[in-house]
């Protein structure tokens, strides 16, 4: 069953420079009542029990495709971005980062 993950939604906005706006999520391809990971464990399970296909700021990446250049990205419902989707956007030309005070 297609759904949001158990343990967090996050949701990542990309506005590119023309104002276009490109937003992609962590939902699941097999979404779980309660989360599989343990506390310390990686994302392994996000993948392999869940079926997540990315992580929000990878999704939004996707579906902005040539946009993202000099574009804007905005995390919300985390703290903090992971290395690997800050390494992503930048490569992809984001220009800045930032994170929703509702996150």
Known sequence: MIGPCARRVVECTITADDGKVFTGTNWCGNAQSECPRLPSEGYAKCWTVCKQANHAE??????AGPWA???RAELKGHTYYCRECQEALFAAGVKTIGISADS
Request: proline fraction near 0%; glycine fraction near 12%; hydrophobic fraction near 35%.
């Open 69 to 71: 250049k000099g574009a």
């Open 58 to 63: 990878r999704d939004a990446l996707n579906r």
